[in-house]
């Protein structure tokens, strides 16, 4: 049985670690808070431009362009988003895993050289480089995932969409963390390039951007919620005008219109990966304080007891002096 003095330096200790997982809990909660309102300002561009390529698929436009046409894949690459730091549970293993099930597969079926990974995250980029993928580095990729913004997602998918259209790659896959909710992300992994416009307009836009508090009783209520999602009254989208003219062509709209639709799904996972790090984090840092809370109680009550048994002892020693005396 441990003595007071060593229970003590344990409780000592376990108090200290409470203290900084509470505070790193604070800390992601706030960013977290920022994460959800950079999501909030980019949802009515998202919403305008969703606006507009509906109302093209709804007065069936059959214009076709480089980028939303498939063909033979020899060449692909992998855009995987993770996070800078770590202490924030499974979320950067969960990226890493479906980045080496992915690479493997398309390792097997074309070979090493010619699948790329474009890695944003330090963690990630550790990764990919120990393993001997084909890596192609990003500039300021650690930069973007501190502080995400437009201007890299539109460098890095300009550059994505010319390689595309050159044909040096004929795929391209993004894998990162869909936020859902404060507790709840998703991994994710979809096509980049080329893009599937019904399908990308089609998929779940559900967020909960207005609350970042993580309960057990909220986490226990998702987990029996599952994959049932909330109906939502969609109206059937119509043209802006069942009379309108395209200048010059449908074509050349669709051209512009398509890498604006690209750059906006790589600004969303980005923003999303951001979130649900900062989510995961707060998790994490939530249980390891609620262990430690746990581990106290248990600590304290193993203290009592000692220190009783040891007094108790004591008295005995002192009676039973007495009455040999």
Same mark, same amino acid.
């Given at each position: 049985?441990?003595?007071?003095?060593?229970?003590?330096?344990?409780?000592?200790?376990?108090?200290?670690?409470?203290?900084?997982? #509470?505070?790193?809990?604070?800390?992601?909660?706030?960013?977290?808070? *920022?994460?959800?309102?950079?999501?909030?300002?980019?949802? &009515?561009?998202?919403?305008?431009?969703?606006?507009?390529?509906?109302?093209?698929?709804?007065?069936?436009?059959?214009?076709?362009?480089?980028?939303?046409?498939?063909? &033979?894949?020899?060449?692909?690459?992998?855009?995987?988003?993770?996070?800078?730091?770590?202490?924030?549970?499974?979320?950067?293993?969960?990226?890493?895993?479906?980045?080496?099930?992915?690479?493997?597969?398309?390792?097997?079926?074309?070979?090493?050289?010619?699948?790329?990974?474009?890695?944003?995250?330090?963690?990630?980029?550790?990764?990919?480089?120990?393993?001997?993928?084909?890596?192609?580095?990003?500039?300021?990729?650690?930069?973007? %995932?501190?502080?995400?913004?437009?201007?890299?997602?539109?460098?890095?998918?300009?550059?994505?969409?010319?390689?595309?259209?050159?044909?040096?790659?004929?795929?391209?896959?993004?894998?990162?963390? *869909?936020?859902?909710?404060?507790?709840?992300?998703?991994?994710?992994?979809?096509?980049?390039? &080329?893009?599937?416009?019904?399908?990308?307009?089609? =998929?779940? *836009?559900?967020?909960?951007?207005? #609350?970042?508090?993580?309960?057990?009783?909220?986490?226990?209520?998702?987990?029996?919620?599952?994959?049932?999602?909330?109906? =939502?009254?969609? /109206?059937?989208?119509?043209?802006?005008?069942?009379?309108?003219? %395209? /200048?010059?062509?449908?074509?050349?709209?669709?051209?512009?219109?398509?890498?604006?639709?690209?750059?906006?799904?790589?600004?969303?996972?980005?923003?999303? #990966?951001?979130?649900?790090?900062?989510?995961?984090?707060? %998790?994490?840092?939530?249980?390891?304080?609620?262990?430690?809370?746990?581990?106290?109680?248990?600590?304290?009550?193993?203290?009592?007891?000692?220190?009783?048994?040891?007094?108790?002892?004591?008295?005995?020693?002192?009676?039973?002096?007495?009455?040999?005396?």
């Amino acid at each position: 049985m441990p003595s007071l003095k060593e229970i003590k330096g344990r409780i000592a200790s376990v108090n200290s670690t409470r203290k900084i997982t #509470s505070a790193m809990k604070m800390v992601a909660s706030s960013k977290l808070h *920022h994460a959800q309102v950079a999501i909030q300002n980019m949802l &009515p561009y998202e919403d305008l431009l969703e606006h507009i390529l509906k109302s093209f698929l709804a007065a069936e436009a059959e214009a076709q362009t480089i980028y939303d046409q498939e063909r &033979p894949v020899k060449r692909a690459a992998l855009v995987v988003i993770s996070s800078n730091s770590s202490l924030c549970g499974g979320f950067n293993a969960n990226v890493i895993k479906m980045m080496q099930q992915t690479m493997n597969a398309y390792i097997e079926k074309l070979g090493a050289d010619n699948v790329e990974v474009y890695p944003i995250g330090r963690k990630v980029t550790e990764k990919a480089t120990k393993l001997g993928y084909n890596v192609k580095f990003i500039d300021e990729a650690s930069n973007m %995932v501190d502080h995400p913004s437009v201007a890299p997602c539109i460098d890095l998918a300009m550059a994505l969409g010319k390689r595309f259209e050159k044909g040096e790659i004929d795929k391209v896959e993004i894998i990162y963390h *869909h936020f859902k909710s404060a507790g709840s992300q998703i991994l994710t992994r979809k096509t980049f390039l &080329p893009i599937d416009i019904e399908t990308e307009l089609e =998929r779940d *836009h559900e967020r909960d951007l207005t #609350s970042n508090v993580v309960t057990k009783k909220a986490q226990d209520y998702l987990k029996q919620r599952g994959t049932r999602k909330e109906e =939502r009254d969609e /109206e059937e989208t119509k043209p802006l005008n069942d009379n309108f003219i %395209v /200048e010059p062509d449908m074509t050349s709209v669709l051209s512009l219109l398509i890498p604006k639709l690209a750059h906006l799904m790589l600004y969303t996972a980005l923003l999303d #990966s951001v979130a649900s790090e900062h989510a995961a984090r707060m %998790v994490a840092m939530q249980t390891a304080t609620d262990n430690a809370d746990e581990l106290l109680r248990q600590l304290n009550l193993q203290y009592n007891k000692s220190r009783q048994q040891a007094i108790t002892s004591e008295l005995l020693d002192i009676v039973g002096g007495s009455v040999n005396n």
